[in-house]
């Protein structure tokens, strides 16, 4: 006998905002495209729910400064040549798939002295002129140091609708400042808890930027190192989000590159078990899986350092898009 | 779903209209039939004890007991895997119980000798992770060449090689009698019973009191047919939503799972399985899948190839998933001598979260340089979290150096504090007098390089 199967669908009240980053010509900048997130009416990939119009989208990280000795052999060799120029590396990273350059600012500049102020906007400039993209700015976490290259950012890129961050519960006034003066966006980071999020955004709102210009940063850690964490306050606040609590409704950005090349997993080569694969491969699975896994609980955008798992994860999210 | 004391009370003799005869007759060792049912529901009473529901209430309440999604079991001589009994859609809203099984395919295709291989592979491979020892869970057999002979030899290879509990896959009711014959020892998960071939499949997973997936690439689809089979005497059940790629996997699984617990549809109450490299176009992308399919709702998930590069992230990423998060691992603060310290070893400290512990003992284990390690109790939280929350201060760190009494094991009066946290240096410096505090990098992984130039 047929059965009269009726699959529960959840009736959500609220959805998530939808950001755009990035201005053409015609809206006051140079980008050649924007970007929008946000705007899904459901959970992440629940198609027979409700309506994702954005999908998630990946950043790849570009360092004002060449990493060197910092970034590891399988993630060094991938990028070559081009790390010593952040436009070249912007270039690169566009040609990989990039949807989004994350330009990570760095606290020296590459003859080893204090960054200034002066050099971040150079790079800035160096890397709008080598990208058609929409560009991330982040800072060090050193909040007289970021202050400092992200106002001089915020107005070397006036009118570019930036992304510029992090704004912490320690640090934001100023940045938050700066992206208002020059019609940027900021992102706003806590530490893996949804009461410190919904605070930090109030904060920052309460500033006067749009809520269309705030994007959250939940804070991740990388599989084996406490990823679980961020997995569930990211599904906690975007469940949070449909239910219809404005203050957890702004798109997510995490960093799973960053975190996953921290790991052991990722950094080391040698005197590690042997179960645990070749050294290459397990490095490159290792930061797709924890970005895959954050996709699949909520992040909206993604920062990514392996070209390789870019592509992995970029060709997920269109599978998983597809109807 | 568990029924209140009251709904349960509508179903006996007493709550009935109009009431049975014998309503509260006492013979149950309650007083009134309403005392009966608040027992029944806090499950400090069997309904065997009451001589006088009715068979529907019978039915009614031993349905409203059963868990909404079965709990499979495959075992095999050495080992077995749990699968099921889970009881919410988000890790957060309790805890995921049963984490999924992870099998490798073997295909009947392979000679004796890389099918024997594979196997002990699989069976041996063995990971530590956070002081947890990792494992693959079994293997599936597959028929893929279409001959009873070979398919039987295949498995007996298997048995012969390993412990591992065991999935026959084969749609052919002959083939998979070929297979079973060989499978003494274990009671193998049987790999699938189809509208086609359902009746036959259904026999001899009765006959061999083995658990048997139904495979239907519709929700209505699968429902059906768990009908017809449990009609037919089988009842451990794994559903094969034999929907492949990435969204459709995702989708068709929070379904099955949406009703099980939302609507306790009785129909799709059990495990699912899924093969990932049947929907994604290489190892890769099969990894990924996989992965979603481990966090997103399936049971048993069977990788198409082995590759240690690959099985380590999947076991982890179920080790996180699985990890109840009410419950931290944590380890005991306290003083741990790491690689036979003496009295110039330098002394470090770091916080009792499981993660961080084994970051940092972990390196230093491998670098082979002596070191006490002091573990401050901050809750089980990391370095950076804990010092957020406050649970990582310089008083926390002071009383951790005075209370392990770390002093009187060394001849130096010297601490290393994560980079995390040099902000405490001076606060650090009031609370310790006498000692220097030193900021260690903030990776544990650049600990030994750390140590060998800045100690």
Known sequence: ?323 | MALSGLEIYKLLPGGIKPPHPKANCKECGFPTCLAFAMKLAAKQAELSQCKYVSDESKAKLSAAAAPPIRLITLSADGRKVEVGNETVLFRHEKTFFHPAGLLVRVPDTLAEGEIVALAKAVADYKVDYVGMALRLDGLAVEAVSGDAGKFAAAVAAVRGACTLPLVLVTEDPTLMSAGLAKAVGVTPLLCAATAANWEAMAKLAKDAKAPLVLRADSVAGLAELTQKVVAAGVENLVLDPAVRGFSGSLQVLTQLRRLALKKNFRPVGYPSITFPYLGASDLAMEELLAGQQIAKYAGLVVLGNFDPAMVYPLLVLRANIFTDPQKPIQVEPGVYPINKPGLDAPVLVTTNFSITYFAVANEMESSGLPSWLLVADAEGMSVLTAWAAGKFDAEKIAKTVKGTGIAEKVNHRKVVIPGHVAVLMGELEEELPGWQIKVGPREAVDLPRYLKTAW
């Open chain 1, 1 to 323: 006998m047929p059965v009269n199967v009726e699959v529960p669908i959840e009736k959500w009240s609220g959805s998530i905002r939808q950001v755009t980053l990035g201005a053409t010509a015609a809206e006051g900048g140079t980008r050649g495209h924007t970007v929008t997130v946000g705007g899904q009416t459901t959970l992440p990939f629940l198609g027979f729910e409700g309506k994702v119009p954005n999908r998630p989208v990946i950043a790849v990280e570009v360092r004002a400064v060449n990493p060197s000795e910092e970034w590891p052999e399988p993630l060094a060799k991938a990028w070559g040549a081009a790390m010593n120029d952040a436009a070249a590396w912007a270039k690169a990273a566009e040609a990989a798939g990039a949807d989004l350059i994350s330009l990570q600012l760095t606290t020296v500049d590459s003859a080893g002295k204090r960054m200034t102020g002066a050099t971040a906007r150079k790079v800035l400039r160096a890397v709008l002129n080598a990208t058609g993209l929409p560009v991330i700015v982040l800072g060090t976490g050193q909040a007289e140091l970021d202050n400092e290259m992200l106002v001089a950012c915020a107005e070397e890129g006036v009118g570019e609708r930036l992304v510029l961050g992090p704004c912490e519960d320690k640090n934001y006034r100023t940045i938050v400042a700066a992206a208002l003066a020059h019609g940027h966006l900021v992102t706003a980071k806590t530490p893996m808890d949804v009461n410190l999020s919904k605070q930090l955004t109030v904060l920052v709102h309460d500033m006067g930027i749009p809520m269309e210009r705030i994007i959250t940063d939940p804070t991740t850690g990388a599989l084996g190192y406490g990823i679980e964490y961020g997995y569930s306050v990211m599904e906690r606040l975007r469940l949070a989000a449909l239910q219809g609590d404005s203050m957890t409704q702004q798109p997510m950005i995490v960093t799973p590159g960053e975190e996953a090349w921290r790991a052991k997993e990722t950094r080391a080569g040698e005197g590690v078990p042997a179960a645990w694969g070749e050294w290459a491969s397990r490095a490159v699975n290792w930061e797709a899986m924890t970005a895959a896994a954050l996709v699949e609980s909520g992040a909206d955008i993604v920062v990514m350092r392996h070209p390789e798992a870019v592509g992995r994860v970029k060709k997920m999210i269109g599978e998983l898009m597809a109807a």
